[in-house]
């Protein structure tokens, strides 16, 4: 077993059900502290401040077994990315516990650790040795390109790249890795529909061979399609943490009350228009 090198624990990970679970967090907590101007008015370049402190997780407590899918769902500001962010060693809680055993891979947009200065194969070789990979771990570097479809720009540094080309870079490079656990934050918003549907049949070949994936994103049915199990987060907190099945049912119900009361709302309107089309009518006649 492993710990998180930012956070140090005695708590092991027990098995639960039989097996124990590849990834812990347990009670996380974190606050962003910033500087704001004192009194609300304008910032001054020598002018008084204060600090106010922001909760962005609170006691935030799961577990992710073998070859588990767990998506993160939950409106902008609800916490998704900054919990993914702790759970790939990124920032560090003020309180609670993560435990995880093997090696983790991430993928959070834009690429995190390449340098623009740099080509596709320099970035690469970096991020190889990032992830503490040796020259004989097998990290292939022409595949990851090619899978990419970056073929014709390796040579060029990454300032170059559109911001379509670095994602599809960036996720190329973590799926690759030999990891027991990835993080992919808005996977969907990489690429095409065709290269989409090319990383989910990548990552579904990793749930095969027992790796876990956590996935946050908005997307409801991309989440209902490939999740086993789902966590819905609002102001930082978890509020829910059920099966896709669960969810499927009261998303269902949701979907049909919104129908229900749009029908409603349609035949109070149509009521009303009728009636002042009455008293439109009556009053021409007078």
């Known amino acids: 077993m492993s710990i998180s090198p930012l956070l140090r624990s005695s708590v092991p990970l027990r098995s639960y059900g039989g097996q124990a679970p590849l990834l812990r967090c347990l009670d996380i907590d974190l606050t962003y502290r910033c500087a704001v101007p004192a009194g609300g008015g304008w910032s001054l370049p020598f002018g008084k401040t204060e600090h106010v402190t922001i909760p962005a997780l609170r006691d935030v407590s ?9 998506g993160i769902t939950g409106p902008n500001g609800s916490g998704k990315t900054t919990l993914l962010q702790v759970l790939a ?18 993928f959070f947009g834009l690429g995190e650790g390449f340098h623009p200065e740099r080509t596709a194969v320099e970035n690469l070789r970096f991020f190889r040795l990032l992830y503490g990979l040796s020259e004989d771990d097998q990290y292939p570097v022409e595949q990851i390109i090619r899978f ?8 060029l540094p990454l300032k170059y790249y559109s911001t379509g080309l670095r994602m599809r870079l960036a996720f190329s490079a973590a799926i690759h890795v030999d990891a027991d656990i990835f993080l992919f934050d808005e996977v969907l ?3 095409d529909e065709e290269f989409r549907e090319k990383c989910f049949t990548t990552m579904q070949s990793l749930k ?10 908005h997307n409801a049915p991309a989440l209902f399609r490939h999740c086993d199990r789902l966590i819905g987060m609002r102001s930082g907190r978890i509020v829910q943490d059920d099966s896709v099945r669960i969810w499927k049912r009261l998303h269902e119900e949701r979907q049909e009350q919104e129908k229900i009361c749009r029908s409603n709302i349609h035949r109070v309107y ?3 228009r009728n009636r002042s089309q009455q008293q439109c009518l009556a009053g021409l006649d007078k």
């Open 62 to 70: 799961f577990d992710l077994h073998e070859g588990e899918w767990l």
């Open 189 to 191: 918003a990489v690429g």
């Open 208 to 217: 095969e061979r027992g790796a876990a994936v956590i996935l946050a994103t």
């Open 270 to 272: 149509q009521r009303t």
């Open 89 to 106: 060693g990124l920032l560090v809680p003020e309180r609670g516990i993560v435990a995880k055993r093997g090696r983790v891979s991430c």
């Open 148 to 155: 990419a479809g970056t073929e014709s720009h390796k040579d």
